[in-house]
């Protein structure tokens, strides 16, 4: 079972139980012109970085793990 709260404008709690098991996941949104810097690459040599790769839409904003 998944449950969905959104706790405040751009912030959003994900709870998931499965096998008596729960597992707590809080995500971010942002609107399409302010995405970190990092979103959408997976590795940057240069920087040795690695980047943003899962992500959701919902409601208007892009919701990223936090």
Partial sequence: MQEL???DKTTLRLTEISN???FVNKYKGYEI???PP???F???EDNDQEGITEWF???GLTYIRI
Avoid: E, P, T
């Fill in 57 to 59: 839409n919902f409601k």
């Fill in 5 to 7: 709260k959104q706790l």
């Fill in 20 to 22: 008596s098991r729960v």
């Fill in 42 to 44: 997976i590795y940057n």
């Fill in 33 to 35: 012109g302010s995405l």
């Fill in 38 to 40: 990092k979103f959408a």
